[in-house]
């Protein structure tokens, strides 16, 4: 049984390092695309477009590809999202190479790699439940979340010290590259994966759709676990967004850029520690103690202007993370059937990256029109709050984090009297009558 486990878990190994490189790989080009387009064009939109057809089609579409991943094998649907990928990045490298590129050409290319991500993903996803036994689910999200954390502290690193020996042209052959690893990677383990249904299994489409859609939406536990992963993106997108009009407000942008590869270390770490060492129960309290403690950190952002005490509080937000995610992705793996998972992973996908939309949304408005004006010299709150967080620029803000962290908090010893959460740990998933999923607990 050992050693039908080790191999198993050897296996999943060799799709997460295939897909490790191909992650870094598409942070390396988001970083160099952006510095390129920055450089052509010197306007912040252009980077920010770049952005944002990187980001979209990958989550609008991933439903889509959660539908495909059920339908047919998951190896082949993962080497199609990797080889589609890699097309878009073939199509920005020939346009560069003929001297003929414009930025609607980098908008179309990432855009077209970012549709066959979405097709990956879910299949990427769901292929650990094929891969994992049940007690190996926690390592495997650790390490998952650990090359995403790589990405961002890893990816911008080796990409800015590349851009000043070589070439954007040498860059994108190099994520080609980690592509074919990643392809490489799946076709090793071949029968390994779930292979395709056959047709009398299939119904259309929508049908199969609309079931995955029923398996997150009435099972009352996966529905708030997919309410809380929403939460953990809203924040994270304050964070982005929000941080360094904070730190800039009394500090420079070297001290900004030791904040994020700072609090990057620390979800880094923390998926290692989770990947390394098995935790095969208890994860309801887990998540609970990892909402506590980011919800903690996430006060203490505000509550000062030293450095130091700040980037300590970034540093363990973002440890706190990946405990909140692994505890959620475990719970809803061990509540779904392994034949809808690329459904309710695709999904869960769109749905948690809710939070991200929504902060991006209301971020600028909260701290122009409503926090910072409350703590400025004769603010509203300026002789009260502000005597315990100071007065000035950014420091409404400061409150806002405060307000946020304290909120979660409150979720957290919420949801830790919730049976519905409880149950999950337990196997017993409990259904709604309501769809919706607006009926009490």
């Not at 064009?41 to 980001?55: C, D, K, R």
């Not at 998972?341 to 948690?352: E, F, K, T």
């Not at 910072?372 to 300026?382: C, D, K, R, Y």
Request: proline residues 2%.
């Amino acid at each position: 049984m050992k050693q039908t486990e080790h191999r198993s878990f050897g296996k999943f190994l060799i799709v997460w390092f295939g897909q490790l490189i191909s992650t870094m790989g598409i942070g390396m080009t988001a970083f160099s695309l952006g510095v390129y387009a920055f450089e052509k064009t010197h306007m912040a939109p252009a980077v920010a477009l770049i952005t944002l057809f990187t980001f979209l089609p990958n989550i609008l579409l991933r439903p889509i590809g959660g539908v495909l991943a059920d339908r047919f094998d998951r190896r082949m649907m993962m080497v199609i999202g990797d080889l589609g990928s890699a097309g878009g990045l073939v199509f920005i490298w020939i346009m560069i190479l003929t001297g003929e590129i414009e930025l609607w050409h980098l908008y179309v290319g990432v855009a077209f790699s970012s549709i066959f991500s979405a097709i990956q993903s879910p299949a990427y996803k769901a292929s650990a439940t094929d891969l994992l036994d049940k007690d190996q689910y926690s390592k495997g999200s650790g390490l998952v979340q650990l090359a995403e954390s790589s990405k961002f502290l890893f990816s911008p690193i080796i990409a800015g010290i590349l851009l000043s020996i070589t070439t954007i042209e040498v860059i994108l052959v190099i994520n080609m590259l980690t592509y074919l690893v990643a392809i490489l990677a799946v076709l090793a383990i071949r029968k390994s994966i779930k292979a395709a249904r056959s047709d009398a299994e299939r119904k259309p489409w929508l049908a199969e759709l609309n079931e995955g859609w029923i398996e997150v939406t009435t099972s009352k536990g996966v529905l708030l676990l997919v309410n809380i992963i929403s939460i953990v993106t809203f924040y994270l997108g304050f964070l982005e967004t929000l941080i360094g009009p904070m730190i800039l407000s009394f500090s420079d942008s070297r001290t900004l850029g030791t904040f994020q590869s700072v609090s990057a270390i620390g979800m880094l770490i923390s998926s290692l520690c989770i990947g390394m060492f098995t935790l095969s129960k208890k994860y309801s309290k887990i998540l609970v103690l990892g909402l506590v403690l980011s919800g903690l950190s996430f006060s203490l952002l505000g509550v000062s202007t030293n450095i130091y005490f700040i980037i300590f509080a970034g540093f363990l937000f973002l440890a706190s993370l990946p405990f909140v995610n692994m505890s959620a992705d475990v719970l809803v793996r061990n509540n779904i059937s392994n034949e809808k998972q690329g459904r309710v992973w695709g999904i869960i996908g769109i749905l948690s990256q809710l939070g991200f939309i929504v902060s991006y949304s209301l971020s600028g408005f909260l701290a122009d029109r409503v926090f910072n004006p409350l703590l400025v010299e004769g603010g509203a709150l300026a002789s009260t709050v502000g005597s315990y967080i100071g007065v000035g620029p950014g420091r409404g803000i400061a409150l806002l984090f405060i307000i946020a962290g304290i909120f979660v908090i409150a979720i957290a010893a919420i949801t830790s009297q919730l049976k519905s959460i409880k149950g999950l740990e337990k196997g017993i998933n409990i259904v709604l009558s309501d769809p919706t999923g607006l009926s009490h607990d």
